[in-house]
């Protein structure tokens, strides 16, 4: 299974997604994948074909200012959570998106979530992997580092930083190949660590985590929280309250997984995310 690598003008935002398509026709919503900080669509790169094989049209987009998006500056682009709604939003029309099931991962992946809950009748489902979901959720010092005046302007431009960050968010060793693709757009122009900096001290994350946390408790649509247990960053206990208030809620923990699941354990992310998304809704 082929997964394609495309680009897309969206008013003045160029889009890079990466999409898997399956064979023959499909009843099956499509699959809207997001990624978090400072990843891109590359990390689903094994999930894409394994819900392509299932019947599942797959779309995993990189985030404007990340990967091979656009990256503009910040005067043009604000980089703040409702920017990148508005500019989802534009995708998603763009793309003739308009019923799939989501799947989120990490910070920045909340702003989907923030999607979901303001377009409900679009989302057939929701997938959250390690994902700031309550205000007790707070930036990592690796990542809130990153947003520093001066420090977060140097460590921004080192593309060694994804290594670092992919690597300490579970303690798995990322292969040089995979990397060198995660790196490029640093290496590139210096417009990816700008980027980066911005969406990090724009985050917002109090604001958009109260937000959360008020609108799943009137949630109606199925929902799964796929968690990595080795989470340095977003603690296991917050995840399992969060889903355990919500009645219709399922709960996997993914064990000796870390913040990035599907970079760390691919497989045992497929082996919960495709049960989900196949089962009929009652």
């Known amino acids: 299974m082929v997964t394609d690598e495309r680009w897309i003008e969206v008013g003045n935002l160029t889009w890079f997604y990466r999409e898997a398509k399956p064979l023959g026709k499909t009843d099956r919503s499509p699959v809207l994948l997001l990624h978090g900080i400072p990843a891109q669509s590359y990390s689903w790169r094994k999930i894409l074909p394994a819900l392509a094989h299932q019947g599942f049209r797959s779309i995993a987009p990189d985030w404007i200012g990340s990967g091979f998006s656009a990256q503009p500056d910040r005067r ?16 998603l029309q763009a793309m003739a998106l308009e019923h799939f099931s989501l799947v989120v991962q990490g910070f920045l992946g909340s702003v989907g979530l923030q999607y979901a809950l303001r377009h409900p009748e679009q989302i057939d489902r929701v997938a959250i992997l390690n994902t700031p979901l309550t205000t007790a959720a707070k930036l990592p010092w690796k990542l809130r580092q990153l947003g520093l005046p001066l420090v977060g302007d140097m460590m921004t431009q080192d593309p060694l930083l994804v290594d670092r960050t992919l690597e300490g968010g579970g303690g798995y060793r ?42 799943f408790q009137q949630w109606h649509r199925p929902l799964l929280v796929a968690w990595g247990n080795r989470d340095p960053w977003l603690p296991l206990e917050m995840a399992k309250q969060f889903t355990d208030s919500l009645p219709e809620a399922e709960w996997v923990e993914l064990e000796e997984v870390g913040h990035y699941p599907q970079e760390d354990w691919h497989e045992k992310v497929s082996d919960a995310l495709l049960p989900f998304l196949r089962r009929a809704l009652v």
């Open 76 to 91: 043009d682009f604000a980089y703040t959570p409702e920017a990148f709604l508005q500019a989802l939003e534009a995708f």
């Open 174 to 215: 990322v292969e040089d190949a995979d990397l060198d693709v995660y790196r490029r757009p640093f290496l590139r122009s210096s417009d990816a660590g700008r980027a980066l900096l911005a969406t990090i001290q724009k985050l917002q994350l109090q604001q958009v985590t109260a937000e959360l946390e008020a609108g």
